[in-house]
């Protein structure tokens, strides 16, 4: 048995790094060839994640799928391990001051880890309960490092943000962008920040509504103390209301972890990851099929204004929504609009492109499933494509969907379903996708699964592929579910190999 049941520590936030060593080779000392060889791709040797603390609800039920794919070339025993956070913020929404963690408190979470991984190809989990469920962070070496993804699932049975709430534990980064957050009334909003180093981290907040950068003075200038996390209320940010907002988070020195915990008191809640970095085309994937409303949201960084093509990849080709061909984003602005059950019975991915001069933009949506009192959320941000390989842990034999997008040529992809966390064997399948499709596939399922399993997606030929993974459930007639993107894991690093010269010692 892999399950742990994961100790009860307060805890509040997100946060993610991939870190890379390699070691470069010395060629030999003929020095007839001075210029570096080709780069090689080498595995990370090294790999930090967290996840921020679940749920304030005391109905909160949580899972945690730990996994890192079998990597060709991946040296060294190593671990994978995840421990609660040092300490959380002393009240919510409010700024983090540097010195206030308790010291007791310190020693107890410095302890036993609460998860700590199996062997790579097979999932390990656990569990926590309640509102007082920790926030994680961890890290992983050797074997263990390359693409370690860390999968977290949260039921919430009633009150704001019913439903199912999930994210991959992020990485930890500069700058963030999240467009499709909220301050309106019934939405419940907090950015979560993580910082993992051992020096305080300065973080400035920008907010932008549908006419430009909200006043806001308490989101400059925010210390989020060493090994601490801080949920930020982005009511508490400003006064104004606003159905639909871009947060902009940027570090001045050190690095966090970030996401957004965006809960709805009618309309349920997940989490809102940070979307892909501003780009003229945008690929938004894995939209469900029987989605009732689509909101996308758009901001243009920049100085100028953003004109671009709206199309869904359904899968017999590309369809232009009706009455939303076109979407014109002024620069600054968060723009809105409300493409309704645009996928109509069938797998669907927005795509965004320029109709013109190219201006880089974000965007994200919200999905809606359901209908009247038993509607849920989620939200699907625009998210990198899958160049090598990328991996979704925490499946279970029934309510998994995976969408494959090839936007712009066909391509031919290898899906992988791992070894169940308590047993079964592995299984592969490839798919072929036709230029301009969304696809869901049919899921491998390990032969004799028990627990849950990862599917790992790896491109073999073609164009850019794009995927998401949905899981679902019915919730006493609410069609629960979350929605996770799955951008490349960059489980490898360029190298270049070097030669030798001796000839630089000489005078």
């Known amino acids: 048995m892999n399950r742990t049941t994961l100790s009860l520590i307060a805890g509040a936030s997100a946060l993610a790094a991939v870190t890379a060593v390699a070691s470069v080779t010395a060629p030999d000392a003929s020095g007839t060839d001075t210029a570096a060889r080709a780069a090689a791709q080498l595995p990370v040797e090294r790999t930090s994640l967290a996840c ?9 039920e949580t899972s945690y799928a730990s996994f890192t794919p079998v990597t060709k070339g991946a040296t060294g025993k190593g671990k994978a391990e995840l421990r609660a956070a040092d300490r959380k913020s002393t009240e919510t929404g409010e700024r983090g001051k540097a010195g206030e963690t308790d010291e007791t408190e310190e020693k107890e979470k410095a302890g036993k880890p609460v998860l700590e991984a199996g062997e790579p190809g097979k999932p390990t989990t656990g569990e926590a309960s309640g509102a007082e469920s ?13 693409g370690w993804t860390v999968q977290q699932t949260t039921e919430v049975t009633a009150g704001t943000g019913r439903g199912l709430q999930g994210l991959s534990c992020t990485v930890p980064d500069t700058e963030f962008w999240f467009p499709g957050a909220s301050t309106e009334e019934g939405r419940t909003d907090y950015l979560h920040l993580t910082n993992p180093d051992d020096s ?15 006043e806001s003075a308490v989101g400059e200038g925010m210390t989020v103390p060493p090994h601490s996390t801080e949920p930020i209320l982005l009511s508490t940010l400003t006064a104004e209301k606003q159905t639909n907002l871009t947060v902009h988070v940027t570090v001045r020195g050190g690095r966090v972890g970030a996401a957004v915990q965006a809960l709805d008191d009618k309309l349920g809640g997940d989490w809102l990851t940070a979307a892909a970095d501003p780009a003229g085309s945008l690929v938004l994937p894995g939209i469900p099929e029987d989605a009732t409303a ?10 100028s204004d953003a004109d671009l093509k709206v199309r869904l990849a359904s899968p017999s080709g590309e369809i232009t929504p009706a009455g939303n061909e076109t979407l014109h984003v002024k620069a600054g602005m968060t723009t809105a609009i409300d493409l309704g059950d645009v996928t109509r019975g069938e797998a669907g991915s927005l795509v965004l492109t320029p109709t013109a001069e190219e ?27 899958v160049e090598s390989r990328a991996s979704a842990a925490g499946n279970g034999a029934k309510g998994t969907t995976l969408s494959l997008t090839a936007p712009a040529e066909s391509a031919k992809v290898k899906v992988t379903a791992s070894a169940g966390s308590e047993g079964g064997s592995p299984v592969s399948r490839t798919y ?3 230029a301009g499709t969304t696809q869901n596939v049919e899921v491998p399922v390990p032969s004799g699964l028990e627990g849950t399993y990862a599917l790992t997606v790896e491109p073999l030929s073609g164009g850019p592929v794009h995927a998401a993974r949905t899981l679902g459930t019915d919730q006493d007639g609410v069609p629960a579910f979350t929605i996770q993107t799955l951008p490349d894991d960059r489980g490898t690093v360029s190298v270049p190999e070097t030669q030798e010269d001796l000839a630089v010692l000489q005078e």
């Open 134 to 146: 920790p926030a994680l962070t961890g890290s992983a070496e050797g074997t263990y490092a390359p």
């Open 432 to 434: 072929t996708l036709k």
């Open 294 to 303: 689509v909101r996308l949201v758009a901001f243009s960084p920049g100085d």
């Open 52 to 60: 921020p603390a679940p749920s304030s609800s005391d109905l909160a």
């Open 359 to 385: 201006v880089p933009v974000v965007a994200a949506v919200r999905v809606l499933r359901g209908k009247g009192s038993a509607q849920e959320s989620a939200f699907v941000p625009a998210t990198r494509a």
């Open 200 to 214: 305080a981290a300065v973080v400035d907040i920008e907010l932008y509504g549908k006419e430009g950068e909200l």
